[in-house]
Nanobody, 117 residues
Framework: QVHLAQSGGASVNSGESLRLSCAAS????????MGWYRQVPGKTREFVTR???????TYADSVKGRFAISRDSAKNTLYLQMNSLEPDDTAVYYC???????????WGQGARVTVSS
């Protein structure tokens, strides 16, 4: 059974930094993609960033240059370092993990991030 346990959500001021963590119950090397999404009430969940098993990462334009995704295979943990936070970054952030054959997607429980101006 795969579980993704998130931590790190908080309320911060504009311009500050925050790091989210997502600890997997299994070896993260089994996932082809791991990533972060976010959701604001009343809106669809949107892509933030992801990293593949080769270490290649992609970012949404809205966070490029401010956010950084990383993965610690020894700790089976995914991170999202968020710098220069803006009020528009306020959302519930979800980590996810995808493996193929069969294609399965797992989600963390969500972490609320609130950025005040």
């Amino acid at each position: 059974q795969v579980h993704l346990a998130q931590s790190g959500g908080a309320s911060v001021n504009s311009g500050e930094s925050l790091r989210l963590s997502c600890a997997a119950s299994v070896n993260v090397s089994r996932f082809y993609f791991m990533g972060w999404y976010r959701q604001v009430p009343g809106k669809t969940r949107e892509f933030v960033t992801r990293i593949d098993k080769n270490g290649a990462s992609t970012y949404a334009d809205s966070v490029k240059g401010r956010f950084a995704i990383s993965r610690d295979s020894a700790k089976n943990t995914l991170y999202l370092q968020m710098n220069s936070l803006e009020p528009d970054d306020t959302a519930v952030y979800y980590c996810n993990a995808v493996h193929f054959e069969p294609t399965t997607t797992y989600w963390g429980q969500g972490a609320r991030v609130t950025v005040s101006s």
